[in-house]
C-alpha cells in the first residue's frame, strides 16, 4: 500500500507520547489533537501522503496543508508529544496500513506511548462527560487514571481500532480514551473530558479545557434555538388532487 510519512524536521522524540487525531464520532479525536497542537504550540514536522487520500488542500492562514499532517515539541519541562491529525475521514481500505505506519514511526523513534481519542456515541447530552479507556498492554493500563471506566466490552472501529489491536501483537503500549459524544454535531464538551484526562496522565502536559467548554456550550445553545424554531413551524397540510 502506497503510504508513507515525509518528515519535514527532524526531532528527537525519544520516550514521546504520540496523539492520534483522526475523525471519530463527534470529531472528538481532531477537536483533542488540533486543540493540543494550538495549546502546546506544536510545529509541523512532517506528512502523511497516499494516492488513496482525498485530492485537496486544507488552508490555514494562507497556507496550503496536507490532508494528514504530524505536529511535535518539547513541553517546557521536556516532555515530548506528537500529534498526527487529519480533518478528513480516512478510507476503509486504508486503515489497517496507516495504523501500522503510526505504529512503525513509533518504535523508530522509540516513543514511549500512543494515544488515541475516541467518541463514543451518546444516547443523550451530559453534563458530565464519562470517559471509558482500554489499553493493548499492561503497563499501559496502569497509566489510566482510576476515576476512569473500564471498557470492558464492546467493538472500538477504525484506527483506533487496529492501533490497539497491533499494539498488542507488538507489545507496543498504546491506550485508547473513549468519551460519550453526540453524533451529529461536533462535541467539544466530550473533547474537553478527554483533555482533563490527558492532563492527569501526563502530568506536565497541562491543556486548559476551559474553551472547549465554552464552545460546547455555544454549540449547544445554537442546536436548542434550531430545534425550538423547527419546533414551531406548522406543518403544511397536505393537499389532494382527485380526477
Known sequence: MDIEIHEMKKIDLRDAVILDGFPSVGLVSSIVANYAIEALGLEQIAIVDSEYFPSVALVRNWEPLNPVRVYGGRIKDGTKIAVFVSEFQVPVHIIKP????????????????????????????????????????????????????????GVITGVS???????????????????????????????????????????????????????????????????????????????????
Do not use: C
Open 98 to 153: 496507516l495504523a501500522s505506519l503510526i505504529l512503525d514511526w513509533a518504535d523508530e523513534k522509540r516513543a514511549e506511548m500512543i494515544v488515541t481519542p475516541e467518541g463514543l456515541i451518546a444516547e443523550q447530552v451530559k453534563e458530565k462527560v464519562d470517559v471509558y479507556g482500554v489499553a493493548s498492554t499492561e503497563y499501559a493500563s496502569k497509566k489510566i487514571p482510576d476515576y476512569v471506566i473500564r471498557f470492558e466490552e
Open 161 to 243: 481500532g487496529v492501533l490497539l489491536t497491533e499494539g498488542k501483537k507488538r507489545e507496543r503500549d498504546v491506550i485508547a480514551l473513549l468519551a460519550e459524544a453526540h453524533p451529529d454535531y461536533p462535541d467539544a464538551r466530550a473533547a474537553a473530558r478527554i483533555v482533563e484526562v490527558l492532563n492527569d496522565m501526563l502530568g506536565s502536559v497541562k491543556i486548559d479545557p476551559k474553551p472547549l467548554y465554552e464552545e460546547a456550550e455555544k454549540i449547544e445553545k445554537n442546536i436548542e434555538e434550531i430545534r425550538k424554531k423547527a419546533s414551531q413551524v406548522k406543518q403544511v397540510p397536505r393537499s389532494y388532487m382527485y380526477a
